[in-house]
């Protein structure tokens, strides 16, 4: 498998639902676990990279989270104050918030602005090397690609200004391949499949960055194999031996192991679809791995989860651990 | 009457909210058949980016803003009966705002001059979440055609599922905004207040002047058509709030998608929008919850190293002493759909606990199960407006 984590810029990305914060979590988790200094950063601001990690709060400022791993959310205000204070130098940073919110105004009107400030702050960790990987969990399928698009955007539209000379450098490093890749988290279900497969075609066109991997996330296992499967499926003649050995329930308990298979058939169908989407592509990066994810049966997100994810990437990705 | 049917004999635009995912689209598109079904009349579903399948079984390959009737036929084939006539249009963003500029454009003039700006294409499809306030606008104007009996909308999939009931008046908001009134000023005769100078600096140095001017022209154009823009928007705004729209939340009950809705249904009370129903989507079984299925797991997970086995092989076989390979799966088999129950009576009991909630906070809880595979034809589509109609 590809060094998924020996990117120096990890976006993930997915169908909003698809548990794409934990999967990032997890990812972070498992490349500070491999020795490598992580950054995790949340774009939307929502709280859900806290709530993985059971901290009560992430802010612009990183948190440590566990040895080589340290999470941050992305606030647009806090990156404007940072440029400005790097870059423009200029001296009234006491007073920017009022400026910030004008800011924020124009941002919300100009293409690409907003964005750019994110993705610079992200760029700009990667330039500095303050990390030696930057795990994004980025904005929905639906809004990635004007994130991830922005600088090219922007270099289109505008012509000259600072920002302009900004996203020469914040290109060179979301182009290269073996520095920025995007991971796309879906489910085995036909929208976030269908998401997917549109999000893989665009990705490469639209914004220039390349994908480096698909993460199927919450599969169902396969629980048994042909024989088993037909012996399974014909229980309903044995009805009343196992409501004689095991009482009145025992027919929900095979109702429960036939929808878990019906649900796990379909699952597989879209992967399959998935898959082919994959090999026929063009657009898409030559055998772009799958990587699988187990459904955990999760009370919620937290810790724990994030735990058992990773120990599951620890395998798939083939990582070398030590803790 | 089913609470179903109530609804949608009772209202004239029904809007279908709810986060990414749960099977907005779908639900949406049932009950523009179940509407058809029990009414005569016309019955309009506004629909956004659906799976293409789904889009085939309807008929809809190249629809756009312009409604398009279902064919008879098509029902006919599925075995559904229809009294009323069922359209289907897609919301398409990029020519709504098309025909928004030129429906407000003071002149031919400013109209040419909007759609030719290099900047209008990518700020359309990116301020003032446009696509909330497109599928808003649309529903206005086919309701103020008086085509359509009814109207459901499918909305669009926002990050935040407020945006949409605040979209107009956001739009609103823009057009008397500082920043509209400063991006319009023309560029050189800019009053440089003590206030605002810091701000002329750092987005000159930051933007580039010459970018800020090209926000500013297409701005200028823009507010020729204030007028219209907002007493549009405000239009649309009082239509959110009419007795006549119900919103539908449309959920699963898995823990994100069913916190996003409890959410939504307590903003549409602090906004006086009236709530018709809640639908829970993709349902386990309420019994896979019950004592007495779990005891049935721990039991047969014993009876699999008993003589349960055994007697199954027998019978399936049909033969007089149970076959050893037989008996070895059916073992097996007892096992493993014992031991992996309580996965899936844990995801039931969660569930049953979250429609609870749900329930407390709506007019009517409309329960759909989940459906062994997606649906994607109009038989398959009135399959499921049964199940909307027989939720209790």
């Not at chain 2, 219209?228 to 239509?239: H, I, N, S, T």
Request: hydrophobic residues 45%; negative net charge.
């Amino acid at each position: 498998m590809t060094g998924l984590l020996d990117l120096d810029l990890l976006w993930v990305t997915g169908k909003g639902g698809v548990g794409k914060t934990s999967i990032a979590a997890a990812l972070a988790e498992v490349a500070a676990r491999s020795g490598r200094r992580t950054l995790v950063c949340e774009m939307d601001a929502k709280g859900a990279l806290a709530s993985a990690y059971d901290v009560d709060e992430l802010s612009f400022q990183p948190t440590r989270i566990a040895p080589d791993l340290e999470a941050m959310t992305m606030s647009t205000e806090d990156s404007l104050r940072e440029y400005l204070r790097l870059f423009v130098k200029i001296p009234f940073i006491g007073r920017i918030g009022p400026l910030a919110k004008t800011f924020d105004f124009v941002a919300d009107a100009a293409p690409g602005v907003k964005e750019i400030l994110g993705v610079g702050k992200l760029c700009y960790e990667v330039r500095e090397r303050h990390y030696d990987l930057v795990v994004v969990d980025a904005e929905a399928s639906g809004h990635i690609i004007s994130q991830i698009g922005a600088p090219k955007v922007i270099a289109e539209l505008v012509k000259v200004g600072l920002v302009r000379d900004q996203t020469e450098w914040m290109l060179e490093i979301l182009n290269d391949r073996d520095r920025t890749g995007v991971a796309v988290v879906t489910t085995p279900e036909e929208m976030p499949v269908t998401e997917s497969i549109e999000l893989l075609r665009r990705l490469r066109r639209e914004t220039g960055a390349h994908a480096a991997a698909v993460i199927a996330n919450r599969v169902l296992p396969v629980m048994f194999d042909r024989r088993q499967q037909e012996l399974a499926d014909r229980l309903d003649e044995a009805i009343d031996l196992l409501v004689d050995a095991a009482g009145e329930g025992a027919p929900t308990v095979l109702q429960a192991a036939r929808l878990t298979e019906a649900r796990r058939r379909t699952g597989a169908a879209h992967l399959d679809r998935l898959r082919d989407s994959l090999t026929e592509s063009d657009d898409v990066a030559d055998s772009l791995p799958i990587v699988t994810v187990p459904e955990l049966f999760a009370r919620g997100p937290g810790r724990r989860v994030v735990a058992q994810i990773a120990e599951t990437l620890v395998e798939e990705l083939d990582v070398e651990v030590g803790r | 009457m089913s609470d179903l049917d109530n609804l949608l004999a009772s209202r004239e635009m029904v809007l279908v909210a709810g986060s990414g995912g749960v099977g907005k689209t779908t639900i949406a598109a049932a009950m523009g058949i179940a509407a058809a079904q029990r009414q005569k009349g016309n019955v309009l579903v506004l629909t956004v980016d659906p799976a293409r399948r789904l889009a085939s079984a309807l008929g809809l390959d190249e629809v756009g803003n312009v409604p398009v009737r279902i064919d008879p036929e098509t029902f006919a084939a599925a075995g559904v009966k229809a009294r009323g006539e069922l359209y289907v249009a897609m919301l398409d963003t990029k020519a709504g705002w098309d025909e928004l500029i030129r429906r407000h454009a003071p002149d031919v003039e400013v109209r040419d001059a909007v759609l030719a700006n290099p900047l209008y294409q990518n700020i359309t499809s990116r301020f003032v979440q446009s696509h909330d306030y497109l599928a808003m606008e649309q529903l206005h104007d086919l309701h103020a055609t008086g085509e359509f009996d009814l109207v459901i909308v499918d909305t669009p999939p926002s990050r935040n599922a407020l945006s949409i009931l605040d979209a107009p008046g956001r739009m609103v908001d823009f057009f008397g905004s500082k920043l509209l009134r400063w991006l319009t000023v023309p560029y050189r005769s800019r009053i440089f207040t003590v206030a605002s100078k810091p701000f002329y600096q750092v987005a000159d140095r930051v933007l580039g002047s010459r970018f800020l001017q090209d926000i500013a022209d297409f701005f200028v154009l823009f507010q020729a058509m204030e007028r219209g823009f907002v007493r549009r928007a405000r239009a649309v705004e009082a239509l959110l709030v009419d007795p006549r729209t119900a919103f539908v939340v449309v959920t699963t009950l898995e823990t994100a998608p069913s916190h996003e809705a409890k959410f939504l249904v307590g903003a549409l009370d602090e906004r006086k929008m009236s709530l018709g129903a809640v639908v829970a989507n993709r349902v386990l079984p309420a019994e896979l919850a019950e004592p007495e299925a779990a005891a049935s797991a721990m039991a047969l997970l014993e009876a699999a190293d008993g003589r349960l086995p055994a007697r199954i092989a027998k019978r399936l076989d049909g033969t007089e002493r149970a076959k050893k390979a037989t008996t070895t799966t059916a073992a097996h088999v007892l096992r493993e759909m014992a031991s992996r129950f309580d996965d899936v009576a844990l995801v039931a009991a969660r569930e049953a606990e979250r429609r609870h909630e749900l329930q407390a906070a709506a007019p009517a809880m409309l329960t759909v199960p989940w459906l062994d595979g997606d649906i994607h034809d109009v038989r398959g589509l009135g399959e499921l407006a049964e199940h909307l109609r027989h939720a209790e």
